[in-house]
């Protein structure tokens, strides 16, 4: 028997989930829905990181303790996945793994040990007692290099902003520094093992250039909200030793009964999704800690990207620009939402979150393309045909009448064309590539809208010679609504079981591998069900009005920029003398890198001719590729003040068209040559 383990991240307990939480379990949630609908035994977990010093200040904080704070940011956690059918109960999650279970402890406890015993590949112990000096961010539960802060007294955080905490203490090492070999040979010979690529190739240049070893214990006295250290209690573990440890405690390692209920052997290793926010954790920390304790390393560790708001910013709390959950909850159905997230974001890349777009695609794609499908389909079924599938043969003596009408009385072809359509759905569903998979169901959908209005069956209705044309019509716009709620099952699980019973089927299409599909197998004679909108359509205005009296965050979310690439009219004039002022010189790119934890700057050095090359800071990494642009000719303002930004000062800056709603760059360059330093006038 085939099984299959997924994962989400285990969440923080310390503040309540919003869209971008959301989003991994709906990505886990799909893809156990998937497999489950092709008879794999599948085990899906999400859940939540309990422990830790971020925690107890939070609970601090909101006057309760540290165990009140993670019960208390569970139970919303449960009312959520609930409210979004992704629990146990909607078919949704195996577990929810809370990191205060005691047989989390048990098994954690137990891999420490095991850890603690093993020799690296340099023959060391993995882990040792030293001592250590540095700034710790409780938020990312992170020590923080210089590059990695901004200075200050105390420094605080490039990613949260929050001041430092000095850690100067006895703490336990793990000896990762002697791992970058062995896990580099594991990128090596298992190229799917960080996908996607461009994710992989930064853990891979994060690894070359060297692994430090990593405190992984506080002192009890420092932090006291987490698991012991066994033979040791002096010390409590490092929290992401804790909680990357969930995955395999979950399922039974280190816990006889959990073994029995639900099977380590059977179900690891995992696939792992994770924001790439989180990735080398996941995909360093957690393989050498698995290579230490002799286990063997997860199936695989996808790396999603981030959703911003409408103006491109990260969500955060701090802006106050998350999607609450309570409120996607009030306004839209599950499925629209679970529909609109993996049609959106490009699998990898970050994802625009705007209630905008949400309602327009759930009006455009929804209501008037599958949902205005379904019911004119069924309507007409219900109208022509008494409610019962007709059948989709043409007879001899009735096929010049349906040729002389234009249908096509060769149903291979519409069969054909969403049999290839379901290959390709599920060729990009198994590559994770949700949007594509959705955009192949939804060229069916085109196609049999297109081949209902050809046809017009309304008419055909009218001509007793035409009835076994309009039956075929709709036979096979049927046909096509039962393979379409197969398809898209994993994705819509509460649509595509509505329109699975509206066309009067019983059992249901999650029970169906969507691979064995055969035209041709719904039943003729099938009384189908009242007919009902799967997908209402939704009013704008309405909404967003409704969501703007209620929710903060919109209300404080600066305008949309204007949607369109039309240029913005010019309102001042500047004199010549003031734009001499503005000193702008031919540079050459020298080097150019990406900066740890800043998805959009890139580290530029460009030669303007002089005696140095300037130190400057672009923010195009998410529309370039570093390699590329060495050598490149770009123009630079080379009289701009100096600032810092992310620790690293910029010294000009790389002039580039910016258009459309993002504002994407395109670096100004020449096709002639021209020396490095002219300037331009
Ligand atoms: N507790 C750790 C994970 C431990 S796993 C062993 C943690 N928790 S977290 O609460 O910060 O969750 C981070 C994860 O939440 C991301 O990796 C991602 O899965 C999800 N997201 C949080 N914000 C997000 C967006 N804005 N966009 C997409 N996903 C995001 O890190």
Redesign the pocket.
């Known amino acids: 028997m085939k099984t299959f383990y997924v994962t ?5 307990a310390n503040s309540l989930p ?4 959301l ?2 379990m709906i990505v886990g949630d799909t893809i156990a829905r998937s497999k489950r609908q092709r008879g794999i035994e599948t085990y899906f977990l999400t859940g939540t ?1 309990e422990h830790g010093i971020n925690i107890e200040r939070a609970a601090q904080k909101a006057g309760r303790t540290p165990q009140e704070q993670a019960d208390y940011v569970v139970s919303y956690f449960k009312r959520m996945t609930s409210a979004f059918g992704l629990d146990t109960e909607h078919g949704g999650y195996d577990i929810f793994m809370r990191t205060t279970a005691p047989f989390h402890y048990q098994g954690v406890s137990e891999l420490w040990r095991r850890v603690a015993k093993s020799k690296t590949p340099k023959g060391n112990d993995a882990i040792y007692k030293g001592h250590y000096e540095g700034w710790f961010c409780a938020a990312c539960a992170e020590y923080k290099t210089e590059d990695e802060y901004q200075k200050g007294d105390p420094p605080t955080c490039l990613i949260h902003d929050t001041p430092l905490d000095r850690v100067s203490e006895e703490s336990y090492f793990f000896r990762l520094s002697d791992y970058a070999e062995a896990l580099l040979d594991v990128y090596a010979s298992r190229p799917n093992f960080i996908t996607p690529e461009t994710r992989a190739n930064e853990v891979i240049s994060f690894v070359r250039g060297g692994l430090q070893d990593l405190s992984v214990s506080r002192l009890r006295t420092s932090v006291s909200w987490g698991v012991p250290v066994p033979g040791d209690p002096a010390h409590t573990m490092y929290v ?1 030793f804790d ?2 440890t ?2 395999i405690t979950a399922i039974g390692f280190g816990n006889e009964e959990r073994e029995r209920v639900v099977g380590f052997e059977k179900f690891w290793p995992a696939l792992h ?3 790439k ?2 990735l080398r ?1 996941h995909a360093v920390y957690w393989p050498a800690f698995l290579l230490a304790a002799g286990i063997e390393l997860p199936r695989g560790i996808v790396a ?5 708001d409408p103006n491109g910013r ?2 955060s709390k701090t802006l106050g620009n998350t999607i609450e959950l309570d409120v996607l909850q009030k306004h839209f159905a599950v499925d629209a939402i679970r529909y609109f997230c993996l049609r959106e974001m490009v699998f990898g890349q970050d994802g625009r979150f705007g209630y905008e777009s949400l309602i327009d695609r759930a009006n455009s794609d929804l209501a008037s393309g599958l949902g205005n499908l379904s019911s004119r389909t069924l309507t007409m079924i219900a109208r022509y045909c008494d409610s019962r599938i007709p059948s989709g043969k043409i007879s001899e003596e009735k096929l010049l009448f349906a040729k002389r009408t234009g249908v096509d009385t060769d149903e291979t072809t519409v069969a054909g064309f969403i049999e290839t359509a379901r290959d390709q759905f599920l060729l990009h569903f198994e590559n994770l590539a949700f949007n594509r998979a959705l955009e192949a169901a939804w060229s069916v959908v085109a196609r049999v809208d297109k081949m209902i209005t050809d046809a017009k069956p309304w008419d055909l209705a009218k001509d007793e010679n035409q009835r076994q044309t309009l039956g075929a019509v709709l036979y096979r716009a049927a046909e096509s609504l039962r393979w379409l709620s197969v398809l898209l099952y994993p994705v819509m699980p509460e649509a595509s079981r509505a329109i699975w019973q509206q066309l009067g089927l019983k059992e249901g299409p999650d029970k169906i591998d969507p691979s064995t599909l055969k035209w041709g197998e719904l039943p003729e004679g099938t009384r189908i069900s009242d007919v009902q909108a799967v997908f209402p359509r939704l009013d704008k205005a309405q909404i967003l009005s409704e969501i703007n009296q209620t929710d903060q965050s919109v209300k404080s979310a600066p305008p949309s920029p204007p949607a369109t690439d039309a240029p913005e009219g010019i309102t001042t004039f500047v004199e010549i003398d003031d734009f001499a002022k503005i000193d702008l010189r031919v540079g050459q790119v020298l080097s150019a890198e990406r900066i740890p934890k800043a998805d959009k700057l890139l580290l530029l050095k460009i030669d303007l001719g002089e005696a140095e090359p300037r130190q400057i800071l672009a923010g195009i990494a998410q529309y370039y590729e570093p390699e590329k642009l060495i050598g490149r000719k770009v123009v630079i303002v080379a009289n701009l003040k100096p600032r810092k930004l992310r620790g690293y000062e910029s010294q000009g800056m790389v002039v580039a068209a910016s258009y459309g709603e993002e504002g994407r760059p395109v670096i100004a360059t020449f096709t002639e040559d021209v020396p490095n330093g002219a300037r331009l006038k």
């Open positions: 989400t991240p285990i969440y923080y919003h869209l971008g939480h989003y991994t990181d992401w909680a990357l969930n995955y999704l994770v924001g926010d989180i954790f999603h990207g981030m959703w911003v990260k969500m």
